[in-house]
């Protein structure tokens, strides 16, 4: 049975021209058939073979770079899909009651405190920071509080 390989899956024409796979790059054109005899010389064969490890290298980078490329968006798309799940299916979910709800704020409130008491701290070191001054010889002059 003939079939169009584009629209077999596990084909490598159906994975180009779907996108799934590097179409243009230069590491591609080293796999190419050359129809060409060449006479036997060792060093030819040492340096072809350096050159087919050091081209399977950069093919390989330049695939995981094109795969990385490929799904960048995927997280954002699965996060999306995951809301809207759990939009259509809320009625499943347990709902939580005013009582664990306001034990909840509680514990996550002193949390916050911590913070702006942190922020001002840091403020008044800035403060500090700022009346000091370094004089030119190495020594720390205080200005006055003008507050």
């Given at each position: 049975?003939?079939?169009?390989?584009?629209?077999?899956?596990?084909?490598?024409?159906?994975?180009?021209?779907?996108?799934?796979?590097?179409?243009?790059?230069?590491?591609?054109?080293?796999?190419?058939?050359?129809?060409?005899?060449?006479?036997?010389?060792?060093?030819?064969?040492a340096?072809?073979?350096?050159?087919?490890?050091?081209?399977?290298?950069?093919?390989?980078?330049?695939?995981?770079?094109?795969?990385?490329?490929?799904?960048?968006?995927?997280?954002?798309?699965?996060?999306?899909?995951?809301?809207?799940?759990?939009?259509?299916?809320?009625?499943?979910?347990?709902?939580?009651?005013?009582?664990?709800?306001?034990?909840?704020?509680?514990?996550?409130?002193?949390?916050?405190?911590?913070?702006?008491?942190?922020?001002?701290h840091?403020?008044?070191?800035?403060?500090?920071?700022?009346k000091?001054?370094?004089?030119?010889?190495?020594?720390?002059?205080?200005?006055?509080?003008?507050?």
């Amino acid at each position: 049975m003939k079939r169009n390989p584009r629209k077999l899956k596990w084909t490598k024409a159906f994975r180009k021209a779907a996108g799934k796979e590097m179409v243009v790059d230069s590491t591609l054109q080293f796999a190419a058939r050359r129809n060409v005899p060449v006479r036997y010389n060792r060093d030819h064969v040492a340096t072809t073979l350096k050159a087919m490890q050091r081209v399977s290298e950069i093919r390989g980078k330049r695939e995981r770079v094109f795969y990385k490329n490929r799904m960048a968006g995927n997280k954002e798309k699965e996060k999306a899909a995951n809301r809207k799940l759990v939009a259509e299916n809320e009625h499943l979910l347990p709902r939580v009651r005013a009582s664990e709800r306001m034990a909840e704020d509680m514990q996550q409130q002193p949390l916050v405190e911590d913070k702006v008491q942190e922020v001002q701290h840091q403020e008044i070191a800035r403060k500090e920071r700022l009346k000091r001054r370094l004089l030119v010889s190495g020594a720390i002059e205080d200005e006055m509080d003008v507050d």
